[in-house]
């Protein structure tokens, strides 16, 4: 509120009144002359005017404001709906938002809006439904509504076919594999972080890198276990390992804040973000599972896949770590 002050702006009387206010009652609740609360009637009195100022001063913030973000679900927020009336809404991730989610919005502004616009990819992960097979409507909403549209060929529909993050060796790749080879890069220059890993690789390999990714193969060695007794998995020897090309990284000149770290398993998730957590060294790197990741980016992208263990190979979890929405969320980050 002290702020607005310095602001550049018209209606004086408002701003006036809400400072004097402000000072008053934060006086009045916080400070009393003789040390004691305000309490009854004294109390309601003073939050029934500031609460009317306070009314103002969001009506008139409002009132200069074009274009909001916010959730599908913080949509239906009191403020937004009371001051604002947009004839115009864009959902974005709509591919993995569930019929609720775009409800949500569709409903409050129904009576002012004129324009929708879905934007999401089919190609990357659908809706997470918790209570998936737990119902009968469980399968429908595992589609969502953005794919359906498009499906019926019902609405207007563009392909946006530039990509703005990745250099062309790597736009190339996820193209080819993933879009039919429509997306195209608009990358111009080469991130300060592609030079580094290439020294990585060239110092650990002992030959020059030009491709987009890297694998590792971990070995037989290498075995994955339930995590706390869920139904996740982590693997210790893959997390560790992970954590050894972070620090040779950051050794390099590489920013810990660059740097992402990945996995199918919220068990191995948890476990790598514990073991980041304790080491200084490594603050700043983040952790997080690929349906997390959806919609974010970094100029590195370390994925550990984990694996079922050599004694278990378990079907339903290979299909989990192979399954193609998935690995285009991962590759593409």
Known sequence: ?????????????????????????????FHPADGRPLKGDALAKVE???????????????????I??????????????????????YIDEAGQATDADIAIPLMRLKNDLQTVFLS????????????????????????SLFKRIKDLGTATTTNLRYSYRFPYVHCKWISDTFYHGLLQ?????????????????????YKDFSSARLAIDMGKTSTSMSYNDSFSHHNPTEANAVLAVCRD??????????????????????????????????????????????????????????????????PQLLEWIADQ?????????
């Open 120 to 143: 999401g990819d089919n190609e990357q992960l659908p809706p997470i439904i918790v209570s998936e097979g737990s119902n009968e409507y469980s399968r429908q909403i595992e589609t």
């Open 1 to 29: 509120m002290k702020a607005v002050r310095d602001a550049t702006i018209t209606d004086l009387d408002v701003i006036n009144t809400a400072n004097e206010w402000h000072d008053d009652a934060y006086t009045a609740l």
């Open 68 to 89: 909001v973000f916010v959730t599908c679900n913080m949509s239906s927020n009191e403020l937004p709906g009371r001051y604002f009336q947009p004839t115009v809404l």
């Open 325 to 333: 929405a998935r690995l285009c969320v991962s590759i593409s980050r």
């Open 249 to 314: 990284l950051i050794g390099r000149g590489v920013c810990p804040g660059a740097i992402w770290i990945l996995t199918p398993y919220s068990g191995q998730s948890q476990y790598i973000e514990g073991l980041v957590n304790a080491e200084i060294l490594l603050e700043g790197v983040r952790v997080n599972t690929i349906t997390e990741s959806q919609g974010g980016e970094a100029p590195v992208v370390l994925m550990s896949f984990v694996g079922p263990a050599p004694a278990n190979k378990d």
């Open 185 to 205: 890069s608009k990358v111009t220059m080469e991130m300060r972080e592609a030079g580094l890993v290439r020294e990585f690789v060239k110092h650990h390999l």
């Open 48 to 66: 029934k005017k500031w609460g009317r100022v306070d009314g103002r001063m969001i009506a008139y913030v409002y009132s200069f404001i074009d």
